[in-house]
C-alpha cells in the first residue's frame, strides 16, 4: 500500500484467488499497490474469506477448525511429530519483502491479529482491532445463547443440515431463510455483493458448520482475561475502534482497555453502522476512512521518530 491507496477518494477492486496455506486451500482478496511502502493484512471475523473450512467449496472434506488452528493457520509454527515446520501466513505470502506490515482486524479477527503480533512482533508496525471481540461479555444475552446452542454438536449438525438444506431453493426464498434464522432483519439493509456471498458460502452443511465450531472454541478461549501486559508492552502498535450498540465488542471492554492500557488509542463509532459494517456499502467506506486516517497519523508518527532518532545518532557522533 502507498500513499495514494490511503485516500478515500480512490478506489481499488479486489483480486480474488485460492492458494495454499500451511497446505490447507484458502480464498485470498486482495488489493494491490503500484508502489507499496507497506502490506496491510486484513483478518476478518467470523464467517469470512480467508478461514479454513469457511469456503465455498468443501475443501476441508468436513473437517472443523478451532480458533486456535484458525491462528496457526495465520500466523504460528505448526508442530508435526515434534518437527518444527513454518506455515504461517506470513512467512508464506510476504516472506520476500522488506515493507513492512499492518494488521487489521475485525471481531474475532482483532483477537487473531494481536496473536499475530505477538509471534511476529518483528514484522509488524501496527495492528487495528475493529468493532473487537477481545474478551467474552458476561453480560451479553446474545452470547450466552451461541454459547449453549455452540456446545452440543448434535444441534450444531442439524442446524448445518438445514442451512444446507435451505441451499438448495431459488436463491430468493434462501436468501430470505437467511434472514429470519441466521443474520436477522437488520441484514436487509446489506449490499447485493454482502448477500451474494452470504448465499454462496453460509448455505453449506461445511462451511455453517465450521462456523459454529469455531463460535464455540472462540466463547471458551476468550473467556480468560486478555494479556493486558503485552498490550502495554506494545501499546504503540495497538489502537481499536468500539461500536456504541456492540455486543461482541461492548462499551464495558472499551472502558477497561482505557484503564488497564490508558495509552492505547481508543475510539467509537456513533453513526450507527454496528458490527456487520462490512455487508453495507456506506458502512464500509466509513470505516475504511478511519482506518485510513489512523494508518497515516500511525506512518506520520513512525516517520517523525525515525527523523528524531537519526538526528540524536548524529548529535553522538
Not at 22 to 35: G, H, K, M, P, R
Not at 66 to 78: G, T
Not at 161 to 177: D, E, I, R, V
Not at 242 to 255: K, N, R, S, T
Request: glycine share 6%; charged share 20%.
Amino acid at each position: 500500500m502507498g500513499s495514494k491507496d490511503l485516500d478515500p477518494n480512490v478506489v481499488k477492486s479486489a483480486n480474488f484467488r485460492v492458494c495454499k496455506v500451511s497446505s490447507y486451500t484458502t480464498e485470498l482478496l486482495e488489493i494491490e499497490a503500484d508502489n507499496p511502502t507497506l502490506h496491510v493484512v486484513v483478518v476478518p471475523g467470523n464467517p469470512a474469506i480467508g478461514y479454513i473450512g469457511h469456503t465455498k467449496e468443501n475443501w476441508e472434506n468436513g473437517k472443523l477448525f478451532s480458533l486456535q488452528e484458525q491462528i496457526d493457520h495465520k500466523v504460528f509454527i505448526c508442530m508435526l511429530h515434534f518437527i518444527y515446520k513454518f506455515v504461517d501466513f506470513i512467512c508464506q505470502e510476504l516472506q520476500d519483502t522488506k515493507v513492512p506490515i499492518v494488521l487489521v482486524g475485525h471481531s474475532i479477527g482483532s483477537y487473531i491479529t494481536m496473536e499475530m503480533l505477538r509471534r511476529k512482533g518483528d514484522m509488524v508496525i501496527y495492528t487495528i482491532g475493529l468493532y473487537p471481540f477481545i474478551m467474552v461479555n458476561p453480560l451479553s444475552k446474545k452470547q450466552a445463547k451461541v454459547r449453549n446452542m455452540t456446545r452440543s454438536s448434535i444441534l450444531c449438525g442439524l442446524m448445518s443440515l438445514m442451512a444446507a438444506f435451505a441451499g438448495l431453493f431459488p436463491k430468493w426464498f434462501s436468501q430470505y431463510m437467511l434472514v429470519l434464522f441466521v443474520i436477522g432483519k437488520r441484514s436487509w439493509s446489506w449490499s447485493s455483493s454482502a448477500f451474494e456471498t452470504a448465499h454462496a458460502h453460509y448455505l453449506k452443511y461445511h462451511m455453517f458448520r465450521n462456523m459454529l465450531y469455531m463460535a464455540k472454541t472462540e466463547l471458551e478461549q476468550l473467556s480468560q482475561e486478555p494479556d493486558w501486559e503485552f498490550m502495554r508492552k506494545n501499546h504503540r502498535k495497538l489502537a481499536f475502534m468500539f461500536g456504541a450498540h456492540d455486543h461482541w465488542g461492548p462499551l464495558q471492554v472499551y472502558e477497561e482497555i482505557a484503564k488497564q492500557v490508558p495509552k492505547v488509542p481508543l475510539a467509537i463509532e456513533r453513526e450507527g453502522h454496528s458490527h456487520s459494517f462490512c455487508c453495507t456499502e456506506v458502512g464500509s467506506m466509513w470505516v475504511a476512512r478511519h482506518v485510513a486516517t489512523l494508518l497515516k497519523a500511525q506512518t506520520s508518527s513512525s516517520a517523525a521518530s525515525a527523523a528524531d532518532d537519526a538526528t540524536l545518532a548524529h548529535v553522538a557522533n
